[in-house]
């Protein structure tokens, strides 16, 4: 495994763990935190911004595509991160905000998508810091 798809899966497991960890435990918080971002168009562009360049930097350092499910698993976050800053950037708040909060029940989801987050993290996590380095 490259030292590189050992970084990003470390990197982007504990950050999946901590910030799981965080939202289910503020559920009403977070929940009132994503509709006021969602419908704050200021706040959506810098959020736009922020996450096309995390996951134009995923992409473009870790695109590869083959040598086991964790660097697979590490291209996709990449590819998925890059989509979704494109998508805050380009669809109308409106459209965004119905997504997030329509269309995916975020409120009525919300434990699903933060356990799925969580075991998501713990697999990155796990596999980046047992795997060895070649």
Known sequence: MSPRTL??????????ILVALSMMTRRQVTVETVEALL???????????????AGLAMVLGHNIWSGG???VVVTLVGWIT???????????PQMEAGLFLG?????????????????FG????YGGFTSRSH
């Open 82 to 92: 890059l989509i979704k800053g494109l998508l805050f950037l380009f669809l109308p």
């Open 122 to 125: 713990v697999y990155l996590a």
């Open 39 to 53: 419908r704050n168009p200021s706040m959506m562009l810098i959020l736009g911004v922020i996450t096309l360049t």
């Open 69 to 71: 499910g964790l660097a």
């Open 103 to 119: 269309q995916l029940h975020y409120q009525k989801l919300f434990y699903l998508y933060g356990a799925i987050s969580l075991v």
């Open 7 to 16: 970084f990003l899966s470390r990197l982007i497991g504990l950050y999946c």
